[in-house]
Antibody
Framework: EVQLVQSGAEVKKPGESLKISCKGS????????IGWVRQMPGKGLEWMGI????????RYSPSFQGQVTISADKSISTAYLQWSSLKASDTAMYYC?????????????????WGQGTMVTVSS | EIVMTQSPATLSVSPGERATLSCRAS??????LAWYQQKPGQAPRLLIY???TRATGIPARFSGSGSGTEFTLTISSLQSEDFAVYYC????????FGQGTKLEIK
């Protein structure tokens, strides 16, 4: 079964650092882009960035550039999202998701496999 | 940045009836448009990609249409499990989601 399994919920204080994870299984982890998506409480979905685990090529949404770091360790099929100094406004559910590869188009398109989400709560 | 606008924000429909959800892009995204369904407490699920192609395992009552800047998701005969929030997303120029349409029981 193709799946992405994310790390558990986190409760942190402002200014603390955090790294959450997303482990892929059931497919070639190095051959598909993995994206991160934020969902603030009661709000919609926001794309944060993507990484290609095969070579760690990373692209960020302008809204999140410099605010977070996306990385991957292909040896353990895991992608990461990290913060160096959390703010209360980082409180949200964070999803990882795999980009679907279109063999017909020879390109990646929609997010077809999603992790279960990691809830991050930042509060003093 | 391409802005995706969904309408209406909330749609009330009775089970068995048809639901039509709209999504508009601020500039052309060709057919690079996906639809997702999200139920409370769950991750989003891909329904449609390429504006009109159903993802694996998605029932035939879900259909997508449109190209350029105007798109529609139609659910032909609503089942109880279809009441959820639906998001459109463009992937023509990076990725942008609409704000969502909540489909509720009338």
């Amino acid at each position: 079964e193709v799946q992405l399994v994310q790390s558990g919920a986190e409760v942190k204080k402002p200014g603390e650092s955090l790294k959450i994870s997303c482990k892929g299984s059931g497919y070639s982890f190095t051959s598909y882009w993995i994206g991160w998506v934020r969902q603030m409480p009661g709000k919609g979905l926001e794309w944060m960035g993507i990484i290609y685990p095969g070579d760690s090529d990373t692209r960020y949404s302008p809204s999140f550039q410099g605010q977070v770091t996306i990385s991957a360790d292909k040896s353990i099929s895991t992608a990461y999202l990290q913060w160096s100094s959390l703010k209360a406004s980082d409180t949200a559910m964070y999803y990882c998701a795999r980009l679907r590869y279109s063999y017909g188009m020879g390109s990646y398109d929609a997010f077809d496999i999603w992790g279960q989400g990691t809830m991050v709560t930042v509060s003093s | 940045e391409i802005v995706m606008t969904q309408s209406p924000a909330t749609l009330s429909v009775s089970p068995g009836e048809r639901a039509t959800l709209s999504c508009r892009a601020s500039q052309s995204v060709s057919s690079n448009l996906a639809w997702y369904q999200q139920k409370p407490g769950q991750a989003p699920r891909l329904l449609i990609y390429g504006a009109s192609t159903r993802a694996t395992g998605i029932p035939a009552r879900f259909s997508g249409s449109g190209s350029g800047t105007e798109f529609t998701l139609t659910i032909s005969s609503l089942q109880s499990e279809d009441f959820a929030v639906y998001y459109c997303q463009q992937y023509n120029n990076w990725y942008t989601f609409g704000q969502g349409t909540k489909l509720e029981i009338k």
